[in-house]
């Protein structure tokens, strides 16, 4: 219930204002009971005020992760500017017209949406691809995206719209798919599906306009979670068994407000409510520990994962931040590539699903990373 006013607290404000004012016209009453009201608007205006500039504060949290990452070496040659110093260029432009007045627009200039490529035999396995209408002379990198949902419910083309729809304007193939959804088809179908979509990427994104060989990987709550499985457990053949040969790596993973450690070893989760709603719905009624520990992204970690990017609000209320926190810091002590974490204060559960300023320069942050994580190759 907090998402909308903790992204768009202007817009609450701005219809509070306009509500209160023309209940005022029709208020004649000079009274105390006036005076109060007008109070009490005073206050509350003051605090979506100060609730606005507190998203502000998205901007220093992803300028600090993003000072993690080395300067990068173009393989034209000669160096750039750090991934933060870029950032930190574009920041100042990330929020426009556009995005105040429509944040639920999603369509961009220059950008075409191919729907409903099937990529496997069941009526689920659709994809979508956003790809720039003029395509780059040289294949483009390519970004895969996973929707959330619990693993029970979502759909391609309802999330990452403003981050699938930027990527492909700065010349990336965008490809947003579908899978099959619990509690009918549970852990680890969808992953399978996903790493599905993968294989279909690798042999097939070229006739598009991709580059099968740098792809990235991104998700959101459980998509977050998918996403960082298929980071971690690239190759692994109980995961893709009837696409064994495939090739199933990618380069580089962004991970938002996602889910790692199912078992709940530190007790980042209160009481047993992540524990019921899994074994309710997502995880097969029967399984043990071991299985849930493998299904985990904590306890997959290893020295040879992409670099990885994890972003993750300090307000979320479905998936504690503290699990986030875990999460990096195990990756970061066993990971040979980099790993960057961004908490961004005050942000909810599912911030980035429309225009905000946080979603925005979270944007702006994830460019520079897979920009990064490209050219570093």
Known sequence: MSLLPAELPWAFALIQLIGSTLLLLFFSQQSWVLVLAGIAQFISLWLWHRSHKRTFAAEKSLFNALQDLPTVVRTAGGLIASPAEQFQQHAKDAITSREWLRPFSYSRQGVERLANIRYGEHPRLQLDIYRPTILPAQPAPVLLHIHGGGWIMGNKHQQAQPLLRHMAVRGWICVDINYRLAPRYRYPECLLDAKRALAWIKREIAGYGGNPAFVAV??????????AMMALTANAPVLQPDFVEAD?????AVLMYGAYDFTNSNSNWAGASLERYLRRFVMSPDSQTPYWRDASPKFNLSAAIPPIFAIHGSNDALIFVEDARDFVTSAKTISSAPVIYAELDGAQHGFDL????????????????????????
């Open 218 to 227: 991104t998700g959101g709550s459980a998509g977050g979670h998918l996403a």
């Open 248 to 252: 199933t790596r990618v380069q580089a």
């Open 354 to 377: 429309f225009h905000s300023v946080r979603t925005e320069l979270s944007i702006r942050a994830v460019e520079q990373f897979l920009e990064f994580s490209l050219h570093s190759k």
